[in-house]
């Protein structure tokens, strides 16, 4: 038995606590459910899409297939995306340039489709390149890149196949379907948090499935992906998500069916 008479007062309640908690341990041994059943918070209640892959009830949808009214030039802010819509798909135009939300975001799930054009020519890098950059940190290719290429019986350098985090996380896995099928990336993205003399508090951080085989398992960032050097984080806050008109020759590829749940 503890004997709280023995503690010093100072230490009365710390006593009391672990008399508490030893008592429910012992009510646990016993089988009494209630001491682990909790009822508040009440989750909130989210209907999801109707079909695999639809947007849940709480869903932002960024593009439906109508139009690029949630989305802007990378160029110039002011300006409208410049990409194709037509068919209810999206598909890069490689003139335009990147793509961004309007709107930003913080911590996120997010769900697209992207597909390779089926008669794509090219190999490695210059063979249905694209990105997705989970926080876009300013013009060109600012930010932190999902990689999106074909690779489908298509060798390159791993840190820069589909599914990777470019240049700095190899995928787990190659779950690539071939040229001219959709594939689909759903993604829980954490943001990076910093103090407020820039320093890192907390890193980002990024789970990715490819067509529902896990690639990315709560990948610990490093910094913003870089094509050439080694990664490094700058201060910022909520971004955009921004989709990558890469300048490779090869023919353009496609998205559909975006949609993000901010947390």
């Not at 985090?165 to 040229?179: E, F, T, W």
């Not at 806050?237 to 990558?244: D, R, T, V, Y």
Request: proline share 7%; glycine share 10%; aromatic share 10%.
């Amino acid at each position: 038995m503890l004997r709280i008479a023995c503690y010093p007062k100072k230490n009365m309640m710390l006593a009391v606590l672990m008399l508490l908690t030893a008592t429910q341990w012992t009510l646990a041994q016993k089988g009494d459910p209630k001491l682990t059943e909790v009822y508040s918070p009440v989750p909130p209640v989210v209907t999801p899409g109707k079909s695999c892959g639809d947007a849940p009830s709480d869903a932002i949808v960024l593009f439906d297939g109508s139009n690029l009214d949630k989305w802007r030039s990378v160029k110039d802010t002011m300006q409208a995306a410049g990409w194709t819509v037509k068919d209810g798909i999206l598909t890069v135009n490689k003139s335009a340039g990147n793509i961004e939300t309007k709107q930003s975001f913080m911590d996120y799930q997010l769900h697209i489709e992207w597909r390779i054009p089926e008669n794509i020519t090219g190999s490695g890098q210059a063979r249905g390149n694209s990105g997705i950059f989970l926080a876009s940190t300013g013009a060109g290719d600012g930010g932190y890149e999902l990689q999106v290429l074909d690779s489908y019986n298509n060798p390159t350098y791993v840190n820069g196949q589909a599914g990777s985090i470019y240049k700095q996380s190899i995928p787990l896995a190659n779950a690539n379907r071939k040229p001219g099928e959709w594939q689909v990336y759903d993604i829980a993205w954490s943001a990076p948090r910093f103090n407020d003399d820039g320093s890192v508090k907390t890193p980002a951080k990024v789970t990715v499935f490819l067509n529902g085989v896990l690639l990315q398992n709560n990948y610990e960032l490093k910094g913003q992906t870089l094509y050439i050097g080694q990664p490094f984080y700058k201060k910022h806050g909520a971004s955009p998500i921004k989709l990558q008109a890469h300048g490779d020759p090869s023919e353009p590829i496609s998205y559909r069916n975006i949609w993000v749940r901010p947390s």
